[in-house]
């Protein structure tokens, strides 16, 4: 069970629009519906940002938004702003009640 | 709203077992949701370790299967993680977490706020 590829680093411009990659295996999450990605800011609690490939908790922003390609999920954020300054990280169910991360992205507002 | 809390020593002795309990609040941990230990290593990203199903099931990272141990404490609504024969790579934060819904989707929306764990003599 190797651990999601996501880039290591992106960074935008207020108020641009940037993607976070995702990538894994036709086990995790080529195989289900069941990517999440949280947002991580150094010394708090992850923070639950989508879930189920495209679904948002209540209270998040509708500037977050998930989709997936094969065994490619995407984190968008659109209209950057400063506060989202972070470490993102996607998850994937991986089959037999087993999940796995990813490598995580920091993500910077120029 | 559920509250969840980590505690334990933040110093363990290699080939020593870490034991974290997560006191669990606003909510009956013996009702539904799957409950999971997180934890992030230094300069390192999130590991899930292993979840446990409120019936009592559960579930393991697999490459941590043969040192973890997850199990509920009904009567104190909480649950514990125990990993056995801790090595310096063991040292992290390690968190406590309830998924979103009550079928395991690895969507923790509830999180403790972080317990760091140095494994060191």
């Known amino acids: 069970q190797s651990a999601l590829t996501q880039p290591a680093s992106v960074s935008g411009s207020p108020g641009q629009s940037i993607t976070i990659s995702c990538t894994g295996a036709g086990s995790d999450v080529g195989s289900y519906n069941l990517v999440s990605w949280y947002q991580h800011h150094p010394g708090k609690a992850p923070k639950l940002m989508i879930y189920e490939v495209i679904k948002r908790p209540s209270g998040v922003s509708n500037r977050f ?13 659109s209209g950057l702003q400063a506060e989202d300054e972070a470490d993102y990280y996607c998850c994937s169910y991986a089959g ?15 | 709203q559920v509250q969840l809390q980590e505690s334990g020593p933040g110093l363990v002795k290699p080939s020593e077992t870490l034991s974290l309990t997560c006191a669990v609040s606003g909510y009956s941990i013996s009702s539904d949701y799957y409950w999971g230990w997180i934890r992030q290593s230094p300069g390192k990203g999130l590991e899930w370790i292993g979840s446990v199903y409120h019936s009592g099931s ?26 056995s024969s801790v090595t310096a790579a063991d040292t992290a934060v390690y968190y406590c977490a309830r998924e979103i819904s009550d079928r395991t ?17």
């Open chain 1, 65 to 77: 938004s998930g989709s997936k390609s094969g065994s490619t999920a995407s984190l968008t954020i």
């Open chain 1, 96 to 110: 037999s009640s087993t999940g796995v991360f990813g490598t995580g992205t920091k993500v910077t507002v120029l």
């Open chain 2, 58 to 83: 559960t579930y393991y990272n697999p490459s941590l299967k043969s040192r973890v141990t997850i199990s509920l404490d009904t009567s104190k609504n909480q649950f514990s993680l125990k990993v």
């Open chain 2, 105 to 121: 989707t690895f969507s923790f929306e509830s999180w403790g706020q972080g317990t760091l764990v140095i494994v060191s003599s």
